[in-house]
């Protein structure tokens, strides 16, 4: 059975920091190229950042880019989110997924090839 974990939201204060994992199953994680993405109460889902298959090539959306990292140990089977400098614009549930096809630009932007999706892990920002 193929599944996605995520795991290690929470609660932070503004300018803290947490490490999301995703933990695959069920699947060769090798092979696919994994995605963080987030939604908030009454918004669209939105990418964060995505990770290759192939040469751990990274993409950042803008709501990524400067703060957060994203990496994949494939011996563990399971892909990071680093994030720090949290901000309250950040709440909201995260997920990950995965996809054969194309991982960067409008694919990460929007999640469109990405088959596999873990049920999320909620983060939330307060002071």
């Known amino acids: 059975q193929v599944q996605l974990v995520e795991s290690g939201g929470g609660l932070v204060q503004p300018g803290g920091s947490l490490e999301l994992s995703c933990a695959a199953s069920?699947?060769?994680?090798?092979?696919?190229?994994i995605g963080w993405f987030r939604q908030a109460p009454g918004k669209e889902r939105e990418g964060v950042s995505c990770?290759?298959?192939?040469?751990?090539?990274?993409y950042y959306t803008d709501s990524g880019k400067g703060r957060f990292t994203i990496s994949r140990d494939n011996a563990k089977n399971t892909v990071y989110l680093q994030m720090n400098s949290l901000t309250l614009e950040d709440p909201a549930l995260y997920y990950c997924?995965?996809?054969?096809?194309?991982?960067?630009?409008?694919?990460?932007?929007?999640?469109?090839?990405?088959?596999?999706w873990g049920q999320g892990t909620q983060v939330t920002v307060s002071s």
């Open positions: 990770i290759s298959s192939r040469d751990g090539g990274t």
């Open positions: 997924a995965a996809t054969l096809g194309h991982y960067s630009g409008y694919y990460c932007e929007t999640g469109v090839g990405y088959i596999y």
């Open positions: 069920g699947f060769i994680m090798d092979y696919y190229s």
